[in-house]
T-cell receptor
Framework: DVKVTQSSRYLVKRTGEKVFLECVQD?????MFWYRQDPGLGLRLIYF???????EKGDIPEGYSVSREKKERFSLILESASTNQTSMYLC?????????????FGPGTRLLVL | AQTVTQSQPEMSVQEAETVTLSCTYDTSESDYYLFWYKQPPSRQMILVIR????KQQNATENRFSVNFQKAAKSFSLKISDSQLGDAAMYFCAYAGNNRKLIWGLGTSLAVNP
């Protein structure tokens, strides 16, 4: 089974802090994704990566950056957290040999910025 | 641009009954994939079922089946013999050529005992 793990389930940070959300997958997937999920807005793509050291902006990249130094790890960085970044953050990966497009999700990180 | 629409924000079903969740999409691509994902309260998003657009046969996974109407761009999910554990948010998603998923806003399903 594919396993995607995220470093924290719950996180509380203060405005202006630098925040790191870590995601690790164990299936050698090429593709990794960061979403935020808000009530009534569904899932919105922040950034994604098709390969190591490669990144592409999603629909809402403002205020975020990412890092992918190793294939299995994809980090989301909030350079200076703001209250409007309070949300659920979901990481996903894809790239199964037979089902390239199917995304597998981590448990999510619920971030509260005070 | 592709879009995915779930017109039912909330649905409910009696335990052991059947319920159908609706999803429509818009695309000009001919080759694509469609998905239903389930997200139980405070739990992980998991794949329920997937459908390749080039396959005419509707996908089935145990109590879950789809009605894929390519010409109408419709992709509904049928849950048979509903169980309390089926209560969740259900998301319809589309994957085209660029490896990204386009998501609907979700349908919240309640299962009444």
């Amino acid at each position: 089974d594919v396993k995607v793990t995220q470093s924290s389930r719950y996180l509380v940070k203060r405005t202006g802090e630098k925040v790191f959300l870590e995601c690790v997958q164990d299936m050698d997937h090429e593709n990794m994704f960061w979403y935020r999920q808000d009530p009534g807005l569904g899932l919105r793509l922040i950034y994604f990566s098709y390969d190591v050291k490669m990144k592409e902006k999603g629909d809402i990249p403002e205020g975020y950056s990412v890092s992918r130094e190793k294939k299995e790890r994809f980090s989301l960085i909030l350079e200076s957290a703001s209250t409007n970044q309070t949300s659920m953050y979901l990481c996903a990966s894809s790239g199964d040999r037979s089902h390239q497009e199917t995304q597998y999700f981590g448990p999510g990180t619920r971030l509260l910025v005070l | 641009a592709q879009t995915v629409t779930q017109s039912q924000p909330e649905m409910s079903v009696q335990e052991a009954e059947t319920v159908t969740l609706s999803c429509t999409y818009d695309t000009s691509e001919s080759d694509y994939y469609l998905f239903w994902y389930k997200q139980p309260p405070s739990r992980q998003m998991i794949l329920v079922i997937r459908q390749e657009a080039y396959k005419q046969q509707n996908a089935t996974e145990n109590r879950f089946s789809v009605n894929f109407q390519k010409a109408a761009k419709s992709f509904s999910l049928k849950i048979s013999d509903s169980q309390l554990g089926d209560a969740a948010m259900y998301f319809c998603a589309y994957a085209g050529n660029n490896r990204k998923l386009i998501w609907g806003l979700g349908t919240s399903l309640a299962v009444n005992p």
